[in-house]
């Protein structure tokens, strides 16, 4: 059956209904052919069109592309956003990865609630995924290549063609008359995937002219064996994880199979929307950080991603920030202090209208530890080591430097969110002031377990 409306309709059917339909268009063959047929379907299409270009900046026809796809959509009467990407690649990072990142961190950001991307990968592209992924030593979440259908974002993202071939979609194009951007990059064989499409695969074609349409069954059979490990998977992870910090137990990880730890770290990554590391990082994560000694606090990242370990517990966040723990702050008295480094935001009760006259510049300080501190918690009748106090209360080894102190006089009156000192009682301003730290990281364990290290 040749690629038209009516199927595109039929494929759109057997996916939820979405909140909105958000195209993502370049202006090229494949987006511009799956642009027309949702916009042919007119009243028939199960939720509103959208679309959506982004101009990548690094061609320099990029503008008049835009103003192309513009054209386009205000003929088909379909609303257009418009955005523009600098990209900077990093001596060694791959340009086409770069650019991928960045297009999907926008559509990503831009998507709304429930809302559905669509994109126009077809059957071909898929191959060529294939092809790509075992020549990088995938394994078969990789092999799976692209999903028909994926949670994104605040919604998920479809691709409706993917069981159609570029050819159908070049007859579409040619009956309906339709004007496309043909991108000269994409004959760049520089570029792997160009490499594959241009050099290999019409090889392929010539001995096995079905070859596109097998790859995809092979890509379609190892997404239903995934799915199968990762349900299997699914509930070991659930008997080591720890809902409420999002930690897995190093213990019970290094009870498995060295090969089920790989394939619960890699399903755990994406439940928190991590992409999965090289397997050379995912080896160093089990080498480094699962066999390390107890009392270690070892770190292995890659990009956009770091895994920490703390006693028991492994720990999946983004990068901290660089920060200096000479910095301090003054405060005024108002009701609200943003802390550096992505700290987060300190909030004052009672209000500034209170208390701001009663407040001298100077007086009080927001400021980090540095080594040595020492404090005197109210009801302990003893000073203590601030570093002791924040090993009690099982503040995570890379956060007890980025723990606020309120100093008054250069004394310390508070451990933020930790413990009241006696300099606060003894403060008249200080005695009715209650602070609440809104930190978006995560700073010390769920269940802190008294032990000094």
């Known amino acids: 059956m040749p690629f038209n409306p009516e199927r595109l309709l039929n494929i759109l059917l057997t996916y939820p209904q979405p909140s909105g339909y958000l195209l993502g268009f370049s202006g090229g063959l494949d987006s511009h052919v799956l642009l027309h047929a949702l916009a042919a379907l007119g009243e028939r299409l199960p939720a509103p069109l959208r679309a959506i270009h982004v101009d990548h900046g690094l061609q320099g026809q990029s503008a008049a592309w835009a103003g192309h796809c513009a054209s386009i959509c205000r003929e088909l009467n379909i609303p257009l956003e418009t955005f523009s990407l600098q990209l900077t690649p990093a001596q060694g990072e791959s340009l086409e990865a770069v650019a991928r990142e960045a297009r999907y961190g926008l559509l990503a950001r831009e998507l709304k609630p429930m809302e559905m991307l669509l994109t126009a990968h077809h059957q071909d592209d898929q191959a060529e995924t294939l092809l790509l992924q075992l020549l990088r030593g995938a394994g078969i979440s990789g092999l799976a290549a692209m999903p028909p259908l994926a949670e994104f974002s605040q919604g998920r993202h479809a691709r409706p063609l993917l069981n159609v071939t570029r050819d159908e979609l070049l007859r579409y194009a040619t009956r309906a008359g339709l004007r496309w951007i043909e991108d000269a990059s994409n ?63 190093v213990a019970a990880l290094n009870a498995l199979p060295a090969d089920q730890q790989s394939a619960l770290l890699r399903i755990w990554f994406g439940q928190r929307g991590v992409p999965s590391p090289a397997s050379v990082i995912l080896q160093r994560i089990i080498s480094e950080v699962l066999g390390a000694r107890q009392d270690a606090t070892p770190r292995v990242a890659w990009s956009g991603a770091e895994v920490r370990r703390y006693r028991d517990r492994l720990y999946l966040m983004p990068p901290l920030a660089p920060f200096d723990p000479s910095l301090s702050l003054v405060w005024g008295g108002e009701p609200a202090l943003t802390l550096p480094a992505g700290l987060g935001t300190l909030h004052f009760r ?39 106090l924040l090993q009690e209360t099982g503040v995570l080894p890379w956060m007890r430097e980025r723990i606020p102190l309120l100093e008054v006089n250069g004394e310390i009156a508070e451990l933020i969110g930790i413990c009241r000192c006696e ?17 978006p990281l995560l700073w010390r364990q769920s269940s802190p377990v008294n032990k000094a290290d």
């Not at 995937?193 to 392929?204: A, D, E, K, S």
């Not at 100077?362 to 540095?370: A, H, L, S, V």
């Open 187 to 249: 004959r760049d064989i520089a570029f792997d995937r160009n490499y594959i499409r241009h050099q290999v695969i019409p090889l392929l074609k010539a001995r096995w002219p079905a070859m596109a349409s097998t790859l995809s069954r092979s890509a379609r059979h190892c997404a239903e064996a995934d799915r199968l490990i990762e349900t299997l998977l699914s509930r070991t992870l659930e008997r080591i994880h720890q809902p409420a910090d999002g930690t897995l137990s």
């Open 350 to 388: 009672p209000s500034a209208e209170e208390m701001g006259e009663r407040t001298e510049s100077g007086r009080y300080r927001i400021r980090f530890r540095q080594g040595g501190e020492q404090c005197r918690p109210l009801g302990r009748g003893v000073g203590k080591r601030v570093k002791a």
């Open 423 to 439: 300099p606060a009682a003894q403060d008249p301003l200080l005695r009715g002031l209650q602070i609440s730290w809104n930190c």
